[in-house]
Nanobody
Framework: QVQLVESRGGLVQTGGSLRVSCAAS????????MGWFRQAPGKEREFVAA????????YYADSVKGRFTISRDNAKNTVYLQMNSLKPEDTDVYYC?????????????????WGQGTEVTVSS
């Protein structure tokens, strides 16, 4: 069992930056690939980024590639999502997620645990 707690999101202007983090507790953090998904009201939850257990591999959705960076600090049991050049269409609730003992998935069905979500709003 692992518990995931995202940091508070926020309101930023178009073109701005924001970093959200996710702190994990419970079983060994380095045993989990980590991911970020996002979801707007009435829409399906969509993949944003994922990182392997030792941070050797990262994946990004095409919509955020070159603007977002996922990273992790296994000593701090924390995964980060640095978001730059934000656009209004990035406005969503962002969810941290963990997949035990597997390569980083891009499919939400392969993840085992989810955080409660944090709201990010980008104003135009």
């Amino acid at each position: 069992q692992v518990q995931l707690v995202e940091s508070r999101g926020g309101l930023v202007q178009t073109g701005g930056s924001l970093r959200v983090s996710c702190a994990a507790s419970g079983r060994t953090f380095s045993s989990y690939s980590m991911g970020w998904f996002r979801q707007a009201p009435g829409k399906e939850r969509e993949f944003v980024a994922a990182i392997s257990r030792r941070a050797y591999i990262t994946y990004y959705a095409d919509s955020v590639k070159g603007r977002f960076t996922i990273s992790r600090d296994n000593a701090k049991n924390t995964v980060y999502l640095q978001m730059n050049s934000l656009k209004p269409e990035d406005t969503d609730v962002y969810y941290c997620t963990a997949a035990y003992n597997k390569p980083p998935p891009t499919n939400l069905g392969e993840y085992d645990y989810w955080g409660q979500g944090t709201e990010v709003t980008v104003s135009s």
